[in-house]
């Protein structure tokens, strides 16, 4: 089992930042790609960010490429989502996920998921 639970999210003015945390425990973080997801109102859960094992890869939408990083410390268990530009758009519920499959988690049918933090762009 894989426990992942995100933190940072919050209320911000379009044109801000943010950088959201998820915190694994319970196996070896270094084995799992991770992955970050959104969802917002009425819609679907969608495919965000996603960074190889060891950090050498990753992978963006198009909606946040340029905008948004990913990134992960093996050392602390944590992988990061540094959110900058953010758009009204960008709101949602931000979830984490892992999987020891690149393909797997960029699909989004990962086997592990954190709770989702809020993420909320005003105008």
């Known amino acids: 089992q894989v426990q992942l639970v995100e933190s940072g999210g919050g209320l911000v003015q379009a044109g801000g930042s943010l950088r959201l945390s998820c915190a694994a425990s319970g196996r070896t973080f270094s084995n799992y790609v991770m992955g970050w997801f959104r969802q917002a109102p009425g819609k679907e859960r969608e495919f965000v960010a996603a960074i190889s094992v060891f950090g050498g890869a990753t992978y963006y939408a198009g909606s946040v490429k340029g905008r948004f990083t990913i990134s992960r410390d093996n050392a602390k268990n944590t992988v990061h989502l540094q959110m900058n530009g953010l758009k009204v758009e960008d709101t949602a519920v931000y979830y984490c996920?892992?999987?020891?499959?690149?393909?797997?988690?960029?699909?989004?049918?990962?086997?592990?998921w954190g709770q989702g933090t809020q993420v909320t762009v005003s105008s």
């Open positions: 996920a892992a999987d020891p499959s690149w393909p797997t988690v960029v699909a989004g049918t990962s086997g592990y």
